[in-house]
């Protein structure tokens, strides 16, 4: 099955700077790969996905890279803000496949003023 | 659109009784529904892939006569905890997806169950 690992597992910057958190996965196949953003007792929020047809995909702040070769791809927050302070998750996919989501370990991102 | 609903939001229980937790899909028919778990500070645990009108798909470790899962409408996915004992305490978070042709999960808001 499918193994997706996550790094850094905690990560503290300042505001205004950039975060960026590192995800590899094990399956060739897997396709889809979103990320999550989850608050202290909150539900995971879908921030961005990226397919394995594009090698970046930008909204806003907020960006992924794809590099399918290596088989890993990353989340870039710029200009960071106390509100985006949180755990960040990613997942790997064989999209159609039926099955759910392989998460990573998640990110916990501190943003200080 | 894609909201996805879960009841309760919080639960406490005595040791040896039972706990449905619901997940409705509230604008979307959702054909496949997942289960997962959350320790603190822990990632989601996939507990289980439960699609409507069949059995549910249970990971390895999970026992299915201790966390029954039913999804009987396309909409609703329901997960009980029988036997509820302390450890099994935790965050219990379910997900949709809004059709078999694109993988997006959208969460619902979770269940924190608590186990005296």
């Known amino acids: 099955g499918e193994n997706v690992e996550q790094h850094p597992s905690t990560l503290s910057v300042q505001e205004g700077d950039s975060a960026v958190i590192k995800c590899t996965y094990s399956?060739?196949?897997?396709?889809?790969f979103p990320w999550y953003k989850q608050e202290l007792g909150k539900r995971p929020q879908l921030i961005i996905d990226?397919?394995?047809?594009?090698g970046e995909k930008k909204d806003q702040r907020i960006a992924v890279t794809l590099n399918k070769t290596a088989k890993h791809f990353s989340l870039h927050i710029t200009e960071t803000q106390p509100e985006d302070s949180a755990v960040y998750f990613c997942?790997?996919?064989?999209?159609?496949?039926?099955?759910?989501?392989?998460f990573g370990k998640g990110t916990s991102l501190l943003v200080t003023p | 659109g894609a909201v996805v609903s879960q009841h309760p939001s919080r639960v406490i229980c005595k040791s040896g009784t039972s706990v449905k937790i619901e997940c409705r899909s509230l604008?979307?028919?959702?054909?496949?529904m997942f289960w997962y778990r959350q320790f603190p500070k822990k990632s989601l645990m996939l507990m289980a892939t439960?699609?409507?009108?069949?059995?549910?798909?249970?990971e390895q470790g999970v026992e299915k006569d201790k966390f029954l899962i039913n999804h009987a409408s396309l909409t609703l996915s329901t997960l009980t905890v029988t036997s509820a004992h302390p450890e099994d305490s935790s965050f219990y978070i379910c997900?949709?997806?809004?059709?078999?042709?694109?993988?997006?999960?959208?969460f619902g808001p979770g269940t924190r169950l608590t186990v005296l």
């Open positions: 997900s949709a997806r809004r059709d078999v042709s694109a993988d997006t999960q959208y």
């Open positions: 399956d060739s196949a897997s396709n889809y």
């Open positions: 990226i397919r394995s047809n594009v």
């Open positions: 997942a790997a996919l064989l999209e159609g496949s039926g099955y759910a989501l392989n």
């Open positions: 604008d979307f028919q959702a054909t496949t």
């Open positions: 439960s699609n409507e009108g069949s059995k549910a798909t249970y």
